[in-house]
């Protein structure tokens, strides 16, 4: 009896701990916060008021959040873009294995393993209006200079831009290992098969790497929808809320109004759309993706 | 059908390696020439040549009498089916087939009737919309041949096509592929380490060892008249025997010329004798059998003699016990010659 017991629950024994962790710091969080939405709470009063879901229905008329949700997928299409179309460019430059193709990997890499605050600093520095290296190269063009981050056109734009120079590594470094992985007979084969450039590209190179596209829209995705950092040492969500991101508003809601509630219904709202964007891409792709 | 000329081609690797040094090649219109080496030889190499895929480090490339050196593997007119035969995966079996006639801009029509033409004459027609990955080896190397059919090429290039596969399939796609050769009447240029594939199938065989031409003639040329020891030894199965004159000489009752160094015979030319007999101009030996082994109609012996061990080969039913004691001859007429640089002595 008790060796039967053992035999079964061994492998139960083995993953509780790792079950432990997943429970404590995922299901339980997100629990939670679901049950804070709906009520009404400051964090530091004992009392919640229940109010069902009044969080939800201001939310819904909510102008401040809908110019929110706005920016976020402004961000997130054009950085998951700039990441993904610009790292495919990197890496079918690199994919010749030359010694300055590898040295130029490591130097395009790099953004990305320094830390984002030092990045964004490196950045605000660059991109100040009046002392900034960018505004000096505008300038010895005879362009006038631009407030890169202090204008309501520009602050996006620059933000997804400092966003898709710290990220576009990782995708080319991955994107690079996809495209050596395609044998290159197949690039003879096509050769013979008269095919041009933009055939072999097309027809051969993408559908090869798509399951590498597919990880890559979905992470960026993910990662992008979730931008915080960025934008709290950069910009914090101004000028004119024009780069308030969802995750920006939560901290905001949250951590300086203390408004816990309604902060935990865009943290409810947000992970539905996150889910809904995941089967969305799974079904939209998955017949254009190619497994071997 | 064309004709293929590699004239004075070098190829260096990385310019150091050189792989094939000045090498004079015709390839006949309309034959079936069989490239055949040890690994290592050049023999892909110079396929890759005359596909396009490498270019010539000297040299000039003739195809129909145009020099191609600078053409573009697309624009040759040719068709190259690959050992690993190269389907693009992500493709259906049509749209593999398809995709040469899509690029040379063939109209839709044209291609339908092209594609179930094609795919007919391999067998292939029930399995038009699978992905390579869902079929067997056999299969994939008809898609490869398809896809190289369907093109109508003047030349069909072949990587070590059926070493893939196994033995009985083999076999089988041997057979096919000389149908295929004296239907299209194009000009196949095949490329095998397999001296049995390369025997079986050729009409032109192009013997190499180490980017140089050892002999290129007809199989039955190549096997009757080894031009040199390289040749003698590749060629033919179990490999030919080959001693030095002077360890033979006392059992030897046969007149040789003078500059002969290395005297060889098939294994299936060394002969049994019968007690007593004494045969004359020939070379005879008697040792004790060592290993039998039995092919079905013949049986190849081992047999260890004072100068060494001999293989040979007999057709008859009656065996020979291992550790039993035979008298081999081998006849004046069956033996090959060569020189003391391994060339074939001609008489």
């Known amino acids: ?292 | 059908m064309s004709e293929i000329v590699l004239k004075d081609v070098t190829k260096t690797y990385d310019k150091r390696n050189t792989v094939i040094q000045n090498l004079d090649l015709r390839i006949e219109d309309g034959s079936f020439t069989v490239l055949v080496g040890p690994s290592g030889c050049g023999k892909s190499t110079i396929l890759r040549m005359i596909a396009g895929l490498e270019p010539l480090t000297a040299g000039e490339m003739l195809i129909d009498g145009k020099v191609v050196n600078e053409v573009k593997p697309g624009d040759r007119d040719i068709a190259m089916v690959f050992q690993n035969y190269a389907l693009y995966p992500t493709m259906t079996v049509k749209g593999n087939i398809e995709f040469g006639l899509i690029n040379n801009k063939i109209p839709k029509k044209e291609r339908e009737h092209r594609i179930t033409e094609i795919c007919e004459t391999v067998g292939l027609a029930e399995y038009l919309d699978r992905k390579p990955a869902q079929l067997s080896g056999g299969q994939r190397q008809r898609v490869a041949l398809a896809r190289a059919m369907v093109k109508n090429p003047k030349v069909f290039l072949m990587d070590e096509p059926l070493s893939n596969l196994d033995a009985k399939l083999r076999g089988q796609m041997r057979s096919e592929l000389i149908d295929l050769h004296r239907k299209l009447s194009a000009t196949f240029v095949y490329v095998t380490h397999d001296q049995t594939e390369a025997m079986s199938m050729a009409t032109n065989v192009v013997l190499l060892d180490r980017g140089v031409i050892q002999q290129a003639d007809t199989p039955f040329e190549v096997y009757q008249k080894p031009a040199n020891v390289f040749t003698a030894q590749f060629i033919g199965s179990p490999t030919m025997n080959l001693f030095c004159r002077k360890d033979v000489a006392p059992y030897l009752t046969a007149q040789l010329p003078e500059k002969v160094h290395k005297i060889g015979f098939r294994p299936s030319r060394a002969l049994p004798v019968a007690d007593g007999e004494q045969p004359q101009n020939s070379l005879t030996v008697s040792g004790k059998v060592l290993t039998r082994e039995l092919m079905g109609s013949e049986i190849i012996y081992r047999l260890l003699s004072p100068f060494g061990i001999i293989t040979f080969k007999t057709f008859n039913e009656e065996e020979l016990a291992p550790d039993s004691s035979v008298t081999l001859s081998i006849d004046r007429h069956s033996m090959h010659l060569f020189d003391s640089d391994g060339q074939r002595v001609e008489e």
């Open chain 1, 1 to 292: 009896m008790k060796k039967k017991f053992l035999s079964i629950g061994k492998p139960y024994l083995l993953i509780a701990p790792a079950m432990a962790a997943f429970l404590l710091f995922s299901i339980y969080p997100v629990m939670s916060m679901v049950q804070l939405s709906l009520f009404d709470w400051n964090m530091i009063s004992p009392e919640k008021d229940f109010i069902g879901l009044a969080n939800y229905q201001k939310l819904f008329y909510d102008e401040d959040f809908r110019q929110t949700l706005l920016n976020t997928a402004v961000f997130t299409v054009f950085s998951v873009l700039g990441d993904i179309g610009l790292g495919l460019l990197i890496a079918l430059y690199l994919k010749k294995n030359t010694l300055v193709n590898r040295i130029m990997q490591s130097v395009i890499f790099a953004p990305y393993i320094i830390s984002l605050a030092s990045i964004s600093l490196l950045w605000m520095w660059l991109m100040n209006p009046d002392y900034g290296l960018l505004n000096a190269a505008l300038e010895a063009l005879h362009i006038p200079g631009i407030n890169w981050l202090g204008s309501p056109q520009y602050a996006m734009l620059s933000v997804i831009l400092i966003c898709v120079w710290k990220s576009v590594g990782y995708d080319a470094m991955i994107l690079l290992a996809a495209l050596q992985s395609v044998p290159e007979n197949l690039y003879e084969a096509a050769a013979l098969d008269r095919a041009s450039w933009w055939r072999k590209l097309t027809k051969v190179t993408l559908p090869m790497i798509s399951p590498t596209l597919f990880f890559l829209t979905i992470v960026e995705t993910i990662a992008s929808f979730n931008v915080f950092e960025t934008i709290q040492i950069l910009t914090r969500g101004g000028p004119q809320n024009s780069t308030d991101t969802i995750v920006f508003s939560l901290y905001q809601y949250g951590f300086k109004f203390y408004r816990i509630g309604y902060a935990s219904t865009i943290g409810v709202v947000l992970m539905i759309i996150m889910t809904l964007f995941t089967i969305v891409y799974f079904v939209l792709l998955s017949k254009r993706v190619h497994y071997q």
